[in-house]
């Protein structure tokens, strides 16, 4: 209930009590409640002025303050039944009356106002139900979340770095600023824009910006708020949404999690569709085809899945243009941090820039994160400013996770860990395409990390080489090829060493054509087409079992002889695992620079 309505209601129940108090303590005399025989007692002593009989009861007006009768006492009783009530009255010479009452207006009160009553607080409670928006009168009304002209306090200037993807949706901004401009030559302004992009890389922000510097309504919904256990809800709502955005013409309509609305119709690894979502998703396609984009309706949708929307979403006249949202580079990593950094106080040997470059692969959201995490660090630790070593604490705990200082391992088991991680950083450091080690650890992190060294990568890097592929797996497998070389005993510390070595081999003879065995061929279903497996399930094959046999071979051949290099150049280079060991084994932690030296 708003403050307006308890207001009205305080306002109600005061004006109620103080007509109680008028009606009671200032019309009303004095009067007393008694028994029918003091009644007649006072009739034979002549003490009454007046009686009025009724059919119920008997009241009487005292002789104490004749003259003034509203100030006379008044006694009232039971009625009984009494023949010679009459005649007593007559002897004593008191006026008496009768009284009539009218039965029409008795039965009325009795259940005609307790009826009304009952029915006005039946539509109290429905109104309430229809105004919250989530009763049983509103299952067909959208729940879009509407931001009027430049209430979504976000513009351009608000988004660091996606500088393709903004001056994509800067002509948007004009569309909707001035149609005319576009459409004087007979174009038309594109009715849907689809933004796609990672998670957390900055779809709905762009959206809203979009709207702030249009300056016209924004409605904000989610895919998964159309679908509801009701049959046709979704549907309505759909249409209640685009009747809104008609009447609020010009404007944007956002839909963020596309993909809860628009998979596919009609597939599923059960053999039938989703009834209810299916017919939502036909009702969006036919309002979308419906609506005049000349009137400034823009349809915006974000998703992270774009592989299983519908094809005929993504036809044009529906949504026009896909943005790619990507993650971000070095430059506009170190942009955003200064967008999320603005409000933290920063000590003097914060760079910004070193921060960016150690965080290769980063979204917009992890960056906040990490800012925030560095910000929190420092207040715990009760200092002044931010300081460089708590923005690097909480990139570690980004990547490797928390940090757990009460997980006691035995001696053999550091023992062991800290070989694993010296095989992978000395490996690091000796073949020419790895990335340079940052750091290496032997404390535990995360949820089975009971050591970890992170490598950087000195630039953004979008392809590949073969060489490189060969050299990152070699680096995966110098931890297994250490420990088996020093302890003549390998543990089951290696595992996901080895599966990611393993889909990098796959990968290298399945997709990107690296065998020399089999040729320039692909042996991998492409994934953005999914549903295309025998009866629906998984992803089907077009090789026989012969060339199964042959790339199980393959892979098998590119991680045994990667391995069998790595373990050569372990042990050329023995002495320095020992030593890499040992200061691990002491320190617990070191950092880039102090490998290079050990290394030396």
Same mark, same amino acid.
């Given at each position: 209930?708003?403050?307006?309505?308890?207001?009205?209601?305080?306002?109600?129940?005061?004006?109620?009590? *103080?007509? *109680?108090?008028?009606?009671?303590?200032? $019309?009303?005399?004095?009067?007393?409640?008694?028994?029918?025989?003091? $009644?007649?007692?006072?009739?034979?002593?002549?003490?009454?002025?007046?009686?009025?009989?009724?059919?119920?009861?008997?009241?009487?007006? =005292?002789?104490?303050?004749?003259?003034?009768?509203?100030?006379?006492?008044?006694?009232?009783?039971?009625?009984?039944?009494?023949?010679? !009530?009459?005649?007593?009255?007559?002897?004593?010479?008191?006026?008496?009356?009768?009284?009539?009452?009218?039965?029409?207006?008795?039965?009325?009160?009795?259940?005609? #106002?307790?009826?009304?009553?009952?029915?006005?607080?039946?539509?109290?409670? $429905? /109104?309430?139900?229809?105004?919250?928006?989530?009763?049983?009168? =509103?299952?067909?009304?959208?729940?879009?979340?509407?931001?009027?002209?430049?209430?979504?306090? &976000?513009? %351009?200037?608000? #988004?660091?770095?996606?500088?393709?993807?903004?001056?994509?949706?800067?002509?948007?901004?004009? $569309? !909707?600023?001035?149609?005319?401009? %576009?459409?004087?030559?007979?174009?038309?302004?594109?009715?849907?824009?689809?933004?796609?992009?990672?998670?957390?890389?900055?779809?709905?922000?762009?959206?809203?910006?979009?709207?702030?510097?249009?300056?016209?309504?924004?409605?904000?919904?989610?895919?998964?708020?159309?679908?509801?256990? %009701?049959?046709?809800?979704?549907?309505?709502?759909?249409?209640?949404? *685009?009747?809104?955005?008609?009447?609020?013409?010009?404007?944007?309509? *956002?839909?963020?999690?596309?993909?809860?609305?628009?998979?596919? /119709?009609?597939?599923?690894?059960?053999?039938?569709?989703?009834?209810?979502?299916?017919?939502?998703?036909?009702?969006?396609?036919?309002?979308?085809?419906?609506?005049? =984009?000349?009137?400034?309706?823009?349809?915006?949708?974000?998703?992270?899945?774009?592989?299983?929307?519908?094809?005929?979403?993504?036809?044009?006249?529906?949504?026009?243009?896909?943005?790619?949202?990507?993650?971000?580079?070095?430059?506009?990593?170190?942009?955003?941090?200064?967008?999320?950094?603005?409000?933290?106080?920063? +000590?003097?040997?914060?760079?910004?820039?070193? &921060?960016?470059?150690?965080?290769?692969?980063?979204?917009? +959201?992890? !960056?906040?994160?990490?800012?925030?995490?560095?910000?929190?660090?420092?207040?715990?630790?009760?200092?002044?400013?931010? @300081?460089?070593?708590? %923005?690097?604490?909480?990139?570690?705990?980004?990547?490797?996770?928390?940090?757990?200082?009460?997980?006691?391992?035995?001696?053999?088991?550091?023992?062991?860990?800290?070989?694993? @991680?010296?095989?992978?950083?000395?490996?690091?450091?000796?073949?020419?395409?790895?990335?340079?080690?940052?750091?290496?650890?032997?404390?535990?992190?995360?949820?089975?990390?009971?050591?970890?060294?992170?490598?950087?990568?000195?630039?953004?890097?979008?392809?590949?080489?073969?060489?490189?592929?060969?050299?990152?797996?070699?680096?995966?497998?110098?931890?297994?090829?250490?420990?088996? !070389? #020093?302890?003549?005993?390998?543990?089951?510390?290696?595992?996901?060493?080895?599966?990611?070595?393993?889909?990098?081999?796959?990968?290298?003879?399945?997709?990107?054509?690296? =065998?020399?065995?089999?040729?320039?061929?692909?042996?991998?279903?492409?994934?953005?087409?999914?549903?295309?497996?025998?009866?629906?399930?998984?992803?089907?094959?077009?090789?026989?079992?012969?060339? +199964?046999?042959?790339?199980?071979?393959?892979?098998?051949?590119?991680?045994?002889?990667?391995?069998?290099?790595?373990?050569?150049?372990?042990?050329?280079?023995?002495?320095?695992? @020992?030593?890499?060991?040992?200061?691990?084994?002491?320190?617990?932690?070191?950092?880039?620079?102090?490998?290079?030296?050990?290394?030396?």
């Amino acid at each position: 209930m708003n403050m307006k309505a308890k207001s009205s209601l305080w306002y109600i129940l005061g004006a109620l009590i *103080f007509l *109680f108090f008028i009606e009671y303590h200032l $019309f009303t005399p004095n009067v007393q409640q008694i028994s029918y025989s003091d $009644f007649k007692s006072l009739i034979r002593e002549g003490k009454l002025k007046s009686v009025v009989i009724g059919s119920d009861f008997i009241r009487g007006v =005292s002789k104490e303050d004749a003259k003034t009768q509203n100030q006379g006492k008044i006694y009232v009783a039971v009625k009984v039944e009494d023949p010679k !009530l009459i005649e007593d009255l007559e002897k004593v010479g008191v006026q008496y009356s009768g009284q009539y009452e009218n039965p029409w207006i008795r039965d009325i009160l009795s259940w005609v #106002v307790p009826l009304v009553i009952l029915i006005a607080i039946w539509g109290y409670f $429905f /109104r309430r139900m229809g105004n919250a928006g989530t009763g049983i009168l =509103s299952f067909g009304k959208s729940r879009a979340k509407i931001q009027s002209e430049n209430k979504t306090g &976000i513009t %351009f200037n608000d #988004v660091a770095g996606l500088q393709e993807a903004k001056e994509e949706l800067k002509e948007i901004v004009e $569309f !909707l600023k001035n149609p005319e401009k %576009f459409q004087r030559l007979g174009g038309r302004i594109p009715k849907g824009v689809l933004l796609v992009g990672p998670p957390g890389t900055g779809k709905t922000l762009l959206a809203k910006a979009v709207a702030g510097e249009a300056s016209v309504p924004f409605f904000n919904i989610s895919g998964s708020d159309f679908v509801e256990m %009701f049959v046709g809800v979704g549907a309505a709502r759909v249409r209640d949404l *685009f009747a809104q955005a008609q009447e609020k013409a010009p404007c944007i309509v *956002f839909i963020d999690e596309l993909d809860a609305l628009g998979k596919a /119709r009609g597939i599923s690894p059960i053999g039938g569709g989703h009834e209810e979502r299916e017919q939502t998703l036909n009702q969006l396609l036919v309002e979308m085809d419906g609506f005049d =984009s000349r009137k400034g309706v823009i349809i915006m949708a974000a998703t992270n899945r774009p592989e299983i929307l519908d094809p005929a979403l993504l036809r044009p006249g529906r949504f026009d243009r896909h943005v790619v949202v990507d993650k971000p580079d070095r430059k506009e990593r170190e942009a955003i941090l200064k967008i999320h950094a603005k409000n933290v106080k920063l +000590a003097k040997d914060v760079d910004l820039s070193i &921060i960016a470059a150690r965080t290769p692969g980063f979204v917009g +959201a992890d !960056l906040a994160n990490i800012v925030n995490e560095a910000a929190l660090l420092a207040a715990r630790k009760d200092k002044n400013a931010v @300081e460089m070593k708590d %923005f690097e604490e909480a990139i570690d705990r980004a990547i490797g996770g928390l940090e757990k200082k009460q997980r006691v391992l035995s001696d053999q088991e550091r023992k062991i860990v800290a070989y694993h @991680e010296a095989g992978h950083a000395l490996v690091a450091a000796s073949v020419a395409h790895a990335d340079p080690v940052h750091k290496i650890s032997i404390v535990s992190r995360g949820i089975a990390a009971l050591g970890w060294t992170l490598q950087l990568p000195t630039e953004d890097r979008y392809l590949m080489t073969k060489s490189e592929l060969l050299d990152r797996m070699a680096v995966l497998l110098g931890g297994r090829a250490a420990e088996e !070389l #020093v302890f003549r005993e390998i543990s089951t510390g290696a595992q996901n060493d080895l599966q990611k070595s393993t889909d990098i081999a796959r990968s290298m003879v399945m997709e990107y054509g690296m =065998s020399e065995n089999l040729g320039l061929l692909t042996f991998e279903k492409d994934r953005r087409s999914p549903y295309l497996g025998v009866n629906g399930f998984g992803y089907g094959r077009e090789y026989g079992d012969r060339v +199964a046999d042959e790339i199980d071979r393959e892979v098998k051949r590119i991680v045994d002889e990667t391995y069998q290099r790595v373990r050569d150049i372990l042990q050329r280079k023995y002495e320095k695992l @020992e030593t890499l060991a040992h200061a691990l084994l002491e320190k617990e932690t070191l950092e880039g620079e102090e490998l290079k030296a050990l290394l030396a």
